[in-house]
């Protein structure tokens, strides 16, 4: 493995240019980030709230901070001064809280509404039965202080390549299915991780969220 700075410049070289890269850096000390800073990095991606606004107040301002993570409902109010994307929108509930949790700072916060890809239960997000009843309702027009950029998703974890990309392809569907329904902002479809974001790129992700690829593996202790 290089370094930070290598790293990133050696994924950001086979992404085409208006993917964006966000370098999930949960677990990783401040000196990782602020190394992938000075390369030129301003797309973080993190999974804990709390963990999330300890490194927002210590770095520079000028960081879009993406929560990649389940969301605790009871948190967003931390990170709703400076929270650049949640793309962990997996229950209506969240987007109601984000909503009132926005307009008490007044701001109109953008999400990615999470969807179950995967093979696996623990996955969260919503299903497309459900995805199809939220949006078809008026009831997203009651959030006026949250903006849905587009849709979010993890493949199943296993080595099968045919398989990840199936599921890439049904979230991508999706995707097309769903944009007529918001306007033009409707714009970002968060797919790829460390070993899978080339295929998913090939399967029409604008957003990959890469993590070991960039800082080395995590140690959770
Ligand atoms: C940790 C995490 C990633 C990054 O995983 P890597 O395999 O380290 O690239 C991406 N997305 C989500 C939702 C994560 O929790």
Redesign the pocket.
Known sequence: MGSIRENLSSIQSTLPSEVCLVA?S?TKPISDLQEAYDAGQREF?E?KIQEMTEKWEQLPKDIHWHM??HVQTNKIKYMAPFVYLI?GCDREKVVKVVNKEAAKVNRVIDVLLQVHIAEEDSKFGFDEAELDELISSSRLCDYPNVRVRGLMG?ATFTDNKDQIAREFKALKALFDKYAPDFGPEFNTLSMG???DYQLAVECGSTMV?????IFGA?NYQ
């Open positions: 999930v949960k991606g999974n990649i993570g793309h993890m991780m460390s070993g969220r890469v993590g070991s690829s995590r």
